[in-house]
């Protein structure tokens, strides 16, 4: 069935480095993908919706220069957190909609967590 | 502003059935709406979808009153397992998807 996989599982890196995150959705196209940071004890917070051929839209609050999404293709979307620091730490989590007809429905990635040192 | 609230934690024990409720008063005509489960460092779990009246799965029913204004998320004899953190979400087009707080279920021995 449709899966989105997220790569890496975690990461840890130095303060001003640059990490980057990949969202594949496996055996489906997905136009827009979402964006999500989850800090722990808390919900998920949307970052921005991802859209295949053209810009992000990011959620207030979040700057864009900081983190890069790029939706080069349908079925791969990225973000880069540029000159990551200790306050970037997070669980990271990409999803797309079920192909089809809209219902809801979110097919979510297993989560990448960044350990910023 | 959140679109939905839920209770933010709920205890049970194993057997029971667990009911969560979501309140989501300002939910347009278009707008559908989805239950998930997650656990611990890992990305939500679609559980059920429904638009009206009540939908059943092989885990969990959803029971939507005629208004839409909330929608109860019903788990049927829960075990151990189903301790997670549970949320609904409403939304129409691919669009504002945002998750409310979440409701943390403990299932007790």
Same mark, same amino acid.
């Given at each position: 069935g449709?899966?989105?996989?997220?790569? *890496?599982?975690?990461?840890?890196?130095?303060?001003?480095t640059s990490v980057k995150i990949e969202c594949r959705s496996l055996d489906f196209q997905a136009t827009t993908?979402?964006?999500y940071r989850q800090? *722990?004890?808390?919900?998920?917070?949307?970052?921005?919706t991802s859209n295949e051929g053209s810009k992000a839209t990011y959620e207030q609050g979040v700057e864009k220069d900081k983190f890069l999404i790029n939706h080069a293709s349908l079925t791969l979307s990225t973000l880069t957190v540029t000159s990551a620091h200790p306050e970037d730490s997070s669980f990271y989590i990409c999803s797309? *909609?079920? *192909?089809? +007809?809209? @219902? #809801?429905e979110l097919f979510f990635g297993e989560g990448s967590r960044l350990t910023v040192l | 502003l959140a679109k939905t609230t839920q209770p933010i934690s709920m205890d049970s024990y194993e057997g029971q059935e667990v009911n969560i409720t979501c309140?989501?008063?300002? /939910?347009? @005509?278009?707008?559908? /709406? @989805?239950?998930?489960?997650?656990?611990?460092?890992? #990305?939500p779990r679609f559980i059920i979808q429904g638009y009206k009246t009540k939908v059943t799965n092989e885990v969990a029913s959803l029971f939507i009153p005629a208004d839409r204004k909330s929608s109860t998320l019903s788990l049927p004899r829960v075990s151990l397992s189903d301790t997670a953190v549970y949320y609904c979400l409403v939304?129409?087009?691919n669009n504002d998807m +945002?998750? #409310?707080? #979440?409701t943390r279920l @403990?299932?007790?021995p």
């Open positions: 449709a899966v989105v996989s997220q790569h *890496p599982s975690w990461v840890i890196c130095k303060s001003g993908m979402f964006w800090f *722990p004890k808390q919900s998920l917070m949307l970052m921005a797309a *909609p079920k *192909p089809g +007809r809209w @219902t #809801g | 309140s989501h008063n300002n /939910i347009a @005509t278009n707008d559908y /709406i @989805t239950w998930y489960q997650q656990f611990p460092s890992q #990305g939304g129409d087009n +945002r998750f #409310g707080a #979440g @403990t299932v007790k």
